[in-house]
């Protein structure tokens, strides 16, 4: 197995080119005879030459020291439009190119290298070389901390209920504001620098744009990540009880407990589907609660696996009670966690999701 290492700078790829420092048989890569650029007004890292045998190509060089989607469009996008030395052909060097980046650059007749041994060199009408498989030896410039699940979904899930924000402070005081758990519960809100780093992994994405403003600009493609990565994290299995009543009175009883405890309580999403969509509600109104324990304790009702109504789902997820809405006397899920829930859910499920989609996506614009 590789070694697999930590970052690797701009200019630790540069001195590694400049050396020659490439493996990608049988191609060889020469050291540089002159590290300089060969133009002083053309935009490009380093010039290089490689070699299969006696036949040899001349490279012009953009070297970018992240392996993102965003770096790597970026990186293709300015070899494609700027001018390049007379002789030489566009090459892009990133940190790691996986299979499907190979055969864009492939599609686009530009080169790439990386330094984990996967690369396709391209001299049109005298050679090609394609590798591919080999791990990737600098994890961290690609595999990222998924912020599109737990805790760091909150901030993409603040941009679906307002999509345009002045600053990241402002960023970070609304999530707190948002945060159910941190109004009523003991938690601490995000901090700026977690904030700032999912936003840069956003922008990455191109979910976000950073101008005059912080932007959401693809509000569809922030929904679909949020419910491929929706993983909700339940501290214990769930009590089911059977209390008597209509469901009017059972939600009052459950807020007066609630509230006399103290105790952050949110209908799940299933539960809150009738307040976005037409649905049925199921026969269990289930909600989310941190302690499940002191609220079964006062609750008039026993517990039971026979024809429950409540059930009681204990999770300090923050994200799960992001937004949750006040009304009628009760806390019901944001639209967004609706859909999430949904979306696990079967054909039925899902149908009703794309409901509460349309719904999102319908407040967005406004």
Avoid at 19 to 30: A, E, M, R, T
Avoid at 184 to 212: A, F, P, W, Y
Wanted: hydrophobic fraction near 40%; charge should be positive; aromatic fraction near 8%.
């Amino acid at each position: 197995m590789a070694e697999i290492k930590k970052t690797i700078t701009e200019k630790k790829m540069l001195k590694k080119l400049q050396k020659g420092d490439i493996s990608l048989p049988p191609l060889f890569f020469p050291p540089l005879k002159n590290n300089s650029k060969i133009e002083k007004n053309i935009d490009i890292d380093v010039c290089i030459e490689v070699f299969w045998g006696k036949k040899f190509g001349k490279f012009a060089v953009e070297i970018r020291s992240l392996s993102t989607p965003k770096t790597f469009r970026e990186g293709i996008n300015k070899l494609i439009t700027m001018q390049l030395p007379d002789g030489y052909l566009p090459m892009l060097c990133l940190p790691y190119l996986n299979e499907q980046q190979l055969h864009i650059l492939e599609q686009k007749g530009i080169s790439g290298i990386d330094f984990s041994g996967n690369g396709v060199v391209i001299v049109p009408g005298i050679f090609s070389v394609f590798r591919n498989g080999q791990e990737n030896r600098f994890k961290s410039s690609a595999l990222i901390k998924n912020v599109y699940r737990k805790n760091s979904s909150m901030v993409g899930r603040l941009f679906l209920i307002s999509p345009k924000h002045g600053s990241v402070q402002n960023i970070c005081a609304e999530i707190g504001k948002q945060n159910f758990l941190v109004l009523q519960g003991n938690k601490k809100s995000m901090n700026i620098s977690t904030v700032s780093k999912v936003l840069k992994i956003l922008e990455d994405d191109l979910i976000i744009e950073r101008g005059d403003n912080i932007q959401l600009i693809q509000p569809e493609k922030l929904l679909s990540k949020l419910s491929e990565n929706y993983s909700p994290r339940y501290n214990r299995e769930p009590i089911h009880m059977k209390i008597e009543g209509n469901s009017e009175m059972i939600k009052k009883i459950l807020w007066e407990k609630s509230q006399e405890l103290k105790l952050p309580v949110v209908a799940t999403g299933f539960s809150s589907v009738m307040k976005y969509a037409t649905m049925q509600q199921d026969d269990i109104f289930s909600v989310f609660c941190p302690h499940i324990d002191e609220l079964q304790k006062i609750l008039p009702g026993s517990i039971t696996d026979r024809f429950p109504n409540i059930e009681l789902i204990e999770t300090e997820d923050e994200a799960l009670y992001f937004n949750a809405q006040l009304d009628n006397f009760f806390r019901w899920a944001s639209p967004v966690q609706v859909y999430l829930e949904l979306m696990t859910g079967d054909k039925r499920d899902q149908e009703i999701a794309e409901q509460i989609k349309s719904y999102i996506i319908k407040q967005i614009e406004g």
